[in-house]
């Protein structure tokens, strides 16, 4: 496990934020992040800590607000690890979901 420096943590806060209407509930989003946090500090390092936290960006540009909120925070991490995969394949892998 890697620990995500504070910036981090505030990205990950951020795309919380954006999986519920309830956005000016810190307590809303801290319960939303938590999962998210845990799935980004999995990571093997420091860099692999960075991809996951991208692929969480990306799947929050990829996904409309309101499908967000309707898919719920499981799928979104879901999609999430879809797209880590997809980026962390080596050359020639196919990654199937």
Do not use: K
């Not at 209407?21 to 998210?36: E, H, K, T, Y």
């Not at 996951?52 to 409309?64: G, T, V, Y």
């Not at 880590?84 to 892998?93: I, P, W």
């Amino acid at each position: 496990m890697i620990s995500a420096s504070p910036s981090q943590r505030q990205a990950v806060q951020g795309i919380a934020a954006g999986l519920t209407r309830d956005s000016a509930d810190p307590a809303v989003v801290n319960a939303l992040a938590g999962p998210l946090l845990a799935w980004a500090q999995a990571a093997v390092s420091r860099d692999d800590l960075e991809r996951r936290i991208h692929a969480l960006q990306q799947q929050r540009s990829n996904c409309p607000f309101s499908r967000r909120v309707l898919a719920g925070p499981e799928a979104f991490l879901g999609n999430a690890q879809a797209l880590y995969d997809y980026a962390t394949a080596t050359a020639g892998q196919a990654v199937a979901r």
